[in-house]
């Protein structure tokens, strides 16, 4: 039997492995990359380049812990020139910016356009039921943005293809290669419009994109000569993604390109090339204690093409990016 005496000299021996495990898990921590952001919660990533420059902007989720429902009162933009260091600016926008919604800073996307930046965001409508799609601009990427056309672009009484009233949400840009911008949004069903040069008007009818199990969140981007839709697909969200030739289709469903992301129903992604090197951005619920589906957090992983141009099952990880110089 071990006396008082010998058992704290034996534990005092144990001290400097015990003091290097502990350094050891310290630096472990050190090199969690994802989620890129831990001092607040963070969604519905949507980012562009400009100038040697990422902009990343998001949805601030504010529900307090335990709190199973969407508080988002603003969105906040961050930057980076390596994909790793990102610093906060001032929150540019908020739904209160625009007279005729009443709250909800849902998902959004940013799109330059000859100097101007243009903000796409689903909020939810003052006098219209339901979500709306707005517009708001601005000379610089970080703001001052204001509201581009002083009404909704589309509300939920445009569309009626299902009876929800969230089915007006989650739009993404695009200006295709001769100009032409389009607007794609939905929940259950896919729509997407022209807009006019202005980038605030609408130019022609409401179309329809049919998908299989499309949710919402859908981003459009191209790549080499192939457009890619992707989508948040089934619920819980995975990401799945179309191509074509043509931004108007016809689409050819592609399968899977992200699972479930850890302890969060949803998922919403968005893509961008920066520096040669392919992204995929994306939210989870990964922060402790109570991170979750209603408190989310943006996340980086790599992105790779395939040589026929589909694209590789993204591989969700802790360790996130390496700088890109
Ligand atoms: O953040 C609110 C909603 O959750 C978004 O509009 C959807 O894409 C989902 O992420």
């Known amino acids: 039997m071990m006396n008082k005496k010998s058992l704290f000299r034996n534990l005092l021996l144990l001290l400097p492995g015990l003091i290097t495990l502990t350094a050891t898990a310290q630096n472990a921590k050190l090199i969690q990359?994802?989620?890129?952001?831990?001092?607040?919660?963070?969604a519905d990533p949507a980012a562009i380049v400009y100038k040697n420059t990422v902009y990343l902007y998001a949805g601030h989720d504010e529900a307090p812990a335990k709190q199973e429902r969407y508080v988002m009162n603003e969105w906040l933009v961050y930057s980076s020139e390596n994909m790793t260091d990102w610093k906060e600016h001032p929150s540019p926008l908020k739904p209160k910016d625009f007279a005729w919604a009443t709250g909800d800073a849902w998902a959004?996307?940013?799109?330059e356009r000859n100097g101007k930046f243009y903000w796409y965001v689903a909020v939810t409508h003052g006098t219209i039921k339901g979500k709306a799609i707005g517009v708001?601009?601005?000379?610089?990427?970080?703001?001052?943005f204001k509201d581009a056309k002083g009404s909704a672009i589309i509300t939920n009484d445009m569309?009626?293809?299902?009876?929800?009233?969230?089915?007006?949400?989650?739009?993404?840009?695009?200006?295709?290669?001769d100009g032409q911008a389009y607007l794609f949004w939905?929940?259950?069903?896919?729509?997407?419009?022209?807009?006019?040069?202005?980038?605030?008007?609408?130019?022609?009818p409401i179309q329809k994109v049919n998908l299989p199990d499309f949710k919402e969140?859908?981003?459009?981007?191209?790549?080499?000569?192939?457009?890619?839709?992707?989508?948040?697909?089934?619920?819980?969200?995975?990401?799945?993604?179309?191509?074509?030739?043509k931004i108007t289709g016809p689409w050819?469903?592609?399968?899977?390109l992200n699972e479930v992301a850890g302890n969060s129903n949803t998922n919403h992604q968005a893509i961008i090339d920066f520096k040669g090197k392919s992204y995929f951005i994306y939210h989870n619920g990964s922060i402790p204690n109570d991170g979750g589906s209603?408190?989310?957090?943006?996340?980086?992983?790599?992105l790779y093409y395939n040589a026929d141009g589909t694209m590789k099952r993204i591989i969700m990880t802790t360790e996130g990016l390496k700088a890109t110089k």
């Not at 959004?108 to 799109?111: K, P």
């Not at 939905?186 to 022609?204: H, V």
């Not at 459009?220 to 993604?241: G, M, Q, R, T």
Request: hydrophobic share 35%.
């Open 159 to 177: 569309t009626r293809d299902t009876n929800i009233s969230w089915d007006d949400i989650d739009p993404t840009v695009i200006i295709d290669d």
């Open 136 to 144: 708001a601009v601005a000379d610089n990427p970080l703001g001052p």
């Open 217 to 245: 969140a859908p981003w459009v981007h191209k790549h080499n000569d192939w457009y890619y839709l992707s989508y948040a697909y089934l619920f819980p969200e995975k990401i799945a993604y179309a191509m074509s030739r």
């Open 33 to 42: 990359g994802n989620p890129i952001i831990t001092d607040k919660y963070t």
């Open 108 to 111: 959004s996307q940013v799109i």
């Open 186 to 204: 939905g929940n259950t069903q896919c729509y997407y419009i022209k807009l006019k040069a202005n980038m605030i008007d609408q130019d022609g």
């Open 294 to 302: 209603f408190r989310r957090s943006v996340c980086i992983d790599r």
């Open 252 to 256: 050819e469903f592609k399968g899977i």
